[in-house]
């Protein structure tokens, strides 16, 4: 499984956009890259999921270069709700019978202010 | 979507003593669930993977002797720590996905913190 990078925290305030960048120089031809939100006392929760180029759904957008070995979560307008750890997860793509375990790199602390 | 449910949320217990917690999925069926640990500050670490019907896997440095996993249901799996010390406190989580939604993003329970004293 392909090993993450990513910033250990970010401040932000309430109504910016903010940008968590993840690295993930060996992630395989098959792996498809998943960014999960942890609030404290509470199991993580899936936020988007993607393959490459773009991806966009109510909460977030997905931004994936050609060359895949890095993508960035963004977050439009973030509110102080949305202070949480942040977690980038490389693995195999969705479908495959595989065991499908997540190995969790240390995550994004974000901290947002008001 | 589909939940995940643990139980208890919290736990206090004596050291010495074993402690059981339960990880359903309410609304699909889960062949293989996973166990994380979690302490204060870090990241999940996994633990083991629960299969159904057979024994789990446990990654590296986990002591399967202590940490008993039971997968006897297709909704249920059981963690149970036995002989608990206060090292053993820590936020534990269970995950799963679902099959018939094509194993996408994994659907995780909300965690039993664990306390031995």
């Known amino acids: 499984l392909a090993k993450t990078t990513q910033p250990i925290s970010m401040d932000s305030y309430e109504g910016q956009e903010v940008n968590i960048t993840c690295s993930h120089n060996?992630?395989?031809?098959?792996?498809?890259i998943t960014w999960y939100q942890q609030f404290p006392s509470q199991g993580p929760r899936f936020i988007i999921q993607?393959?490459?180029t773009k991806v966009t759904n109510e909460v977030a957008s997905l931004f994936i270069p050609a060359d895949r070995k890095s993508s960035t979560l963004s977050l439009p307008r973030v509110s102080l709700s949305d202070t949480a750890v942040y977690y980038c997860?490389?693995?195999?793509?969705?479908?495959?019978?595989?065991?499908?375990?997540?190995?969790f790199g240390q995550g994004t602390t974000l901290q947002v202010k008001p | 979507g589909a939940v995940v449910s643990q139980h208890p949320s919290r736990v206090i217990c004596k050291s010495g003593t074993s402690v059981k917690i339960e990880c359903r999925s309410l609304?699909?069926?889960?062949?293989?669930m996973f166990w994380y640990r979690q302490f204060p500050k870090q990241s999940l670490m996994l633990m083991a993977t629960?299969?159904?019907?057979?024994?789990?896997?446990?990654e590296q440095g986990v002591e399967k002797d202590k940490f008993l996993i039971n997968h006897a249901s297709l909704t249920l799996s059981t963690l149970t720590v036995t002989s608990a010390h206060p090292e053993d406190s820590s936020f534990y989580i269970c995950?799963?996905?679902?099959?018939?939604?094509?194993?996408?993003?994994?659907?995780f329970g909300q965690g039993t913190r664990l306390t031995v004293v």
């Open positions: 995950s799963a996905r679902d099959l018939s939604n094509g194993y996408t993003e994994a659907f």
């Open positions: 060996n992630i395989a031809t098959n792996d498809y």
């Open positions: 993607g393959y490459k």
């Open positions: 997860l490389v693995g195999p793509p969705p479908g495959s019978s595989n065991t499908g375990k997540l190995i």
């Open positions: 609304d699909f069926q889960a062949t293989t």
């Open positions: 629960s299969n159904e019907g057979s024994k789990a896997t446990y």
